[in-house]
């Protein structure tokens, strides 16, 4: 899902457009213990909790897309009978209105998350009557031909407020503040089934990770049965692995400042497009070329990709480089630099030294002082 999808569907959770028709939940203790359940048709919800419930719901479908928000395809297995997708259609098709499905439900994820805390499992049910759209991409809302029918869960941490001290009012005094049980923001959810082309996608998900370094692979594998991708950190690193042992030898500073210069130039080419750049096995490879890489270096490159990315895996543009610093790093020295001036650096040989040599102006600070060069 991209960006203006992503938007679509959290536009719902606002009293205005809102499409949710029900909301579940059942709060689990630290020894994965179910404490209370909770059942409501959404609209009867008093108003101030509706409005917390729709923080939390809005959360759960924000941050970076290919960071927080990963879209992740459905295996055909998971599809018949007995697999984690074609559980979630019948989940879905029932409304939420069949408590064994509920409790299932339910089961399934206490089995699949891991948290040491105790923590509260929101579901909801949406029908969004989808509106059609105008050469001038004006909503048509009487021209609408398909009801996109939706689940979004969210798993929130449940913890004790902090201890302190409140004043009462009433009695016109400080007392010790009654510490009470907490719900926070989601660490982990998901939408199903996605929402692609402005229509219903039955074979992927959106998932959400508060913690975009670590997407939870287990839990994405057992209770959806979809691989999670590598994380921002993971695909990071991997390219790096991947600079370096393609080019070797020829590793050189030159090559990989054009390199990020290249992927900065493609990021900032595509800003306005609503999906992320992503780049495959072919695309990086083609980066490299361009970027100087000599032809003998890319002979075994699908095998290196293979073996430190992985065979299918796609990189993110955004995970891999940092548009807003570039940054040059030894064991004694960390330079950073404008990424639109990293040319000012070089490297040089001086009295039989590699150096890193910066070109200056007049403007020069040491600790805030100017100084003379």
């Known amino acids: 899902m991209n960006k203006k999808e992503i938007a679509e569907v959290k536009k719902q959770f606002?009293?205005?457009?809102?499409t949710i028709t029900r909301i579940c939940g059942c709060y689990v203790d630290a020894e994965k213990e179910k404490r209370a359940r909770m059942k409501d048709a959404f609209f009867s919800l008093p108003e101030e909790e509706a409005?917390?419930?729709f923080d939390i719901?809005?959360?759960?479908?924000?941050?970076?897309?290919?960071?927080?928000?990963v879209t992740m395809e459905f295996p055909l297995n998971t599809e018949i009978e007995g697999g984690a997708q074609e559980f979630l259609m019948r989940l879905r098709a029932s409304g939420l209105k069949e408590d064994e499905l509920l409790e299932q439900f339910y089961d399934r994820v206490i089995e699949a998350y891991e948290e040491p805390e105790n923590y509260l499992i929101l579901v909801i049910h949406g029908a969004y009557d989808i509106p059609g759209k105008a050469s001038d991409n004006l909503e048509m809302f009487d021209a609408s031909d398909e009801v996109y029918e939706y689940l979004l869960c969210s798993l929130c941490p449940v913890k004790l407020s902090k201890p302190g001290l409140s004043y009462d009012a009433q009695e016109n005094c400080f007392r010790n503040r009654t510490r009470d049980w907490i719900v926070e923001m989601p660490q982990a959810g998901f939408l199903f089934?996605?929402?692609h082309d402005r229509s219903t996608d039955l074979h992927s998900t959106l998932y959400y990770s508060a913690n975009a370094s670590d997407l939870r692979p287990d839990f994405t594998e057992t209770l959806l049965g979809c691989r999670a991708p590598l994380p921002a950190v993971g695909q990071r690193e991997a390219f790096q692995a991947l600079v370096e042992e393609t080019l070797g030898a020829d590793c050189g500073y030159e090559t990989v400042m054009t390199i990020h210069e290249k992927l900065s130039d493609l990021i900032e080419e595509h800003k306005e497009d609503p999906a992320p750049v992503t780049l495959g096995q072919n695309e990086v490879k083609r980066l490299f070329f361009e970027s100087g890489v000599s032809e003998e270096r890319l002979e075994n490159f699908e095998q290196q990709y293979e073996e430190?990315?992985?065979?299918?895996t796609v990189l993110t543009a955004a995970n891999v480089v940092n548009t807003r610093k570039f940054e040059v790093k030894t064991p004694d020295v960390v330079i950073t630099v404008?990424?639109?001036?990293?040319q000012l650096v070089e490297t040089k040989?001086?009295?039989g030294r590699r150096c890193l040599v910066i070109g200056i102006d007049e403007n020069v600070q040491v600790n805030g002082v100017s100084v003379r060069s």
Do not use: Q
Request: a positive charge.
């Open 14 to 18: 606002t009293p205005k457009h809102c």
């Open 349 to 351: 040989m001086i009295e």
């Open 57 to 69: 719901f809005k959360k759960t479908l924000s941050g970076s897309i290919g960071k927080n928000l």
């Open 338 to 342: 404008n990424p639109e001036k990293a």
């Open 193 to 195: 089934p996605a929402f």
């Open 308 to 312: 430190t990315a992985g065979e299918n």
């Open 51 to 53: 409005f917390k419930y």
